[in-house]
């Protein structure tokens, strides 16, 4: 083979070497984009699978209601009380409760208002519900219940009874499991105050403006008749789940967890 040739034929091999060589790199250059753009496609299909739940969880969000909010009145905060406690037997099964706040004077503006009490368990045990103005001697209400008694919240209607509250006086009631009729002194019990206050021509005011009276009764500290007005809510919708955690963020804010953890289920 002459030089000519020799030079010609090495001309074309090194031509094939380098056509290969950007063939090569021209398929993994394409290969890697194919990758990169199956990553892209499947993060942009992750992030369109999260958008729908993201939606969905804002939805929700934004149709939760403001929570109700409890502001506790100025005077009495300092009061000690029993409240949602308990005192009685240590090791005692059933516990009982007051459904009002444990350490102030909470307020109505009823003369017959509803007190609302709570049983943990079903108990055969009596249960007494007393009732008594702090500046009388004798109780103005001494009711038995007998057992059998289911657990949950129960009501003591002041007006099924003829009982009447005086504006501005302090009374207390409580409840207690009477475990020893003989020996009242292992009496499981809570207790809890009560005081009727006017209203105001700004509660007076808001109660016409509002849809639900439970949550201006709440603002304006009258605990009793804001929990009174969402029980008659919830009765005529039982199944309102609004509702129920309107009834649920009141119980809380009053420190009665185990009232309100009953409530989460959905019981009365």
Known sequence: MNWNAKRS??????????????????????????????????????????????????DAAADLPAPIV??????????????????????????VAVVAPPDHVALT???????????????????DLTLTDEEAIDPLLELTVPGPVERGIHALRLEDLGLR??????????????????????????????????????????????????????????WYDAMDELFGAIEKKPGSRRLRRQQIALLEQADLSEVAAFAVRGER
């Open 9 to 58: 034929w090495m001309l074309v091999c090194f031509a094939s070497l380098v056509w290969m060589g950007a063939g090569v790199a021209f398929a993994e250059g394409a290969q890697d984009g194919a990758v990169s753009s199956a990553k892209n496609l499947s993060d942009s299909a992750e992030r369109a699978a999260e958008r729908p739940a993201q939606a969905a969880a804002a």
């Open 70 to 95: 409890y502001v506790p009145p100025a005077r009495g905060r300092a009061r000690h009380t029993a409240g949602a406690g308990t005192r009685g037997i240590a090791g005692s099964a059933v516990r």
């Open 109 to 127: 503006t009823r003369a017959q208002p509803t007190l609302y009490w709570y049983v943990s368990e079903n108990t055969d045990i009596r249960i």
């Open 165 to 222: 509250l005086d504006p501005e006086k302090i009374y207390s009631w409580n409840v207690a499991l009477v475990m020893d009729a003989k020996r009242r002194s292992n009496d499981t019990f809570a207790e809890g105050f009560i005081a009727r206050t006017p209203v105001t021509s700004i509660l007076t005011q808001s109660l016409k403006d509002a849809q639900e009276t439970f949550a201006p009764y709440a603002l304006s500290g009258i």
